[in-house]
């Protein structure tokens, strides 16, 4: 329950915030409970991301993973639970030794350690490539606009679309605009990127790219959260994968434990039919 | 005297229908940029009153409102010109358009347009400003501008509360010289389609330099 604790429980992976920076969870989501109405749709789900590790939330569309990824992105407010990132609670302030709802400005502070990649990438349709990721960091940050050219061209480098600069999204691929989206993320500086299902819009021969992108990143060690339905990726990349049903997370382990021998009937069922599309 | 011994008498007042026109389109479209993102705003409270507003403005006649602006504040015991009423008038009057028509431009906006925005940690206000109303402008050009071709005609009706403009000039004429009514009203009638050509020319222009579709 939402109260006095200001120490984030314990859980299986022993750490808490009192340990080194390098020690404790970048993430830490405890008991997240999120409620549409009468719909419940994270029941209670706790998960540790530790610093430089790649998840990745598997399972049936409806089964609450995006919704996960949203609520650390603050894009929705839990109905109950926790979020710490790098040791500082997000979704709640204390305020007299009680925990409130962190209020909107808070949230905006806190949205900036988190990039979010969406489905339908959501680039700015007005803005060329390098105005898309130039923007939050000049109006948020007020950044310098050499030092913004320095770090774009880093950026769209690093996405491999150096040439793109200037051409505005509707010129570009579904897989350039991804990628120009995940280098929009990565301006503000994030500790962690969150990929909510990042290619599941995207044409068979561009899914590619973009999986390599999020590869590099994941080399470089930056902690990531990532929904998807490649299960190639999750085999190659995760150090972690979770499987999530209806709100809660069924399993989870080393991808080459869950998706190569899963315990759970369900995990097997969903395999079964992901493999067999 | 014939009617065209009177003409440029008439037209002289083309002054007074291009100010009102100016003035009523710039106020209400500075207005509406303003007032259309309340008229979404999370807090009943704001939004409430702008959906009366919006309602009330499209529902009544102009006349209602000139009238209103003219005796009502008449009878308030403010002495205002006839121009500075008709202005105040159509102001009221086509703000309530405007934010109806830049809502719709707002509302057409993806989700995930205001979520990137609100992901990236740019402000709510900031995002609005520089993310979503250049989106929704684009959307709403057609139906704004044409809107503002309305406004340049509505202007006419202020020449019943006296005010020196195109079709009240014709009126006080064609009084003395009913013969020449055909002429003079015809000619003004050819001043407000060119008025109204302008504008469409800018919608137009518009378009082109910022397709809703981004196709370049």
């Known amino acids: ?277 | 005297m014939t009617g065209w011994d009177l003409l440029p008498a008439v037209l002289k007042n083309i002054s007074g229908t291009l100010a009102l026109t100016a003035a009523v389109i710039a106020a209400s479209t500075v207005l509406a940029l303003v007032l259309a993102p309340l008229t979404r705003s999370p807090h009943r409270l704001v939004r409430l009153p702008m959906k009366a507003y919006t309602y009330i403005g499209r529902a009544l006649p102009p006349l209602t409102f000139l009238f209103g602006a003219f005796f009502g504040l008449a009878a308030a015991g403010v002495q205002v010109a006839p121009f500075m009423a008709a202005f105040i008038a159509f102001v009221v009057f086509a703000t309530a358009y405007n934010i109806e028509i830049i809502r719709g431009g707002l509302e057409a906006v993806p989700r995930g347009q205001y979520e990137a925005a609100r992901s990236l940690g740019v402000p709510p206000r900031r995002a609005m400003l520089g993310l979503i109303m250049p989106q929704a402008l684009r959307i709403a050009t057609p139906a704004y501008l044409t809107r503002m071709t309305g406004i340049v005609k509505d202007t006419s009706l202020a020449s019943v509360i006296g005010v020196s403009e195109l079709t009240a000039a014709a009126g006080r004429m064609v009084v003395f010289e009913p013969d020449a009514a055909l002429l003079l009203y015809g000619a003004v009638g050819l001043v407000y389609f060119a008025l109204a050509s302008v504008i469409i020319a800018v919608q137009h222009l518009l378009e082109r330099r910022f397709p809703p579709s981004y196709a370049k």
């Open chain 1, 1 to 277: 329950m939402r109260g006095i604790t200001t120490v984030p429980p314990q859980t299986k992976v022993d750490s808490d915030l009192t340990a080194t920076p390098s020690e404790r969870p970048m993430v830490r989501v405890h008991e997240l409970r999120k409620e549409f109405g009468e719909h419940v749709v994270l029941d209670g789900v706790s998960l540790d991301v530790q610093r430089g590790q790649v998840v990745c939330l598997i399972g049936p569309s409806g089964s609450g993973k995006t919704t996960l990824i949203r609520c650390v992105n603050c894009l929705e407010r839990p109905t109950d639970g926790e979020i710490w990132i790098d040791g500082v609670r997000i979704d709640a302030v204390e305020r007299k030794g009680r925990w409130v709802p962190a209020p909107e400005r808070e949230l905006l502070k806190h949205r900036v350690s988190t990039g979010m990649v969406f489905q339908n990438f959501n680039l700015f349709p007005h803005l060329t490539a390098f105005e898309n990721i130039t923007y939050a960091p000049r109006v948020v940050r007020g950044t310098s606009s050499d030092e913004l050219r320095d770090r774009a061209f880093d950026l769209l480098r690093r996405v491999h679309l150096e040439d793109k600069a200037d051409h505005f999204p509707s010129q570009l691929s579904g897989g350039q605009q991804q990628r120009i989206a995940i280098a929009r993320a990565l301006a503000m500086g994030p500790s962690v990127m969150l990929f909510d299902e990042a290619t599941s819009a995207l044409d068979p021969e561009l899914v590619g790219d973009v999986l390599g992108v999020m590869s590099d990143l994941a080399r470089e060690g930056m902690t990531m959260i990532v929904v998807t339905h490649e299960m190639g990726f999750a085999r190659d990349i995760a150090d972690n994968v979770v499987f999530m049903d209806q709100g809660k997370i069924i399993e989870q382990g080393r991808p080459e434990k869950v998706l190569g021998d899963p315990e759970h009937r369900r995990t097997q069922d969903f395999l079964r039919r992901v493999v067999h599309r």
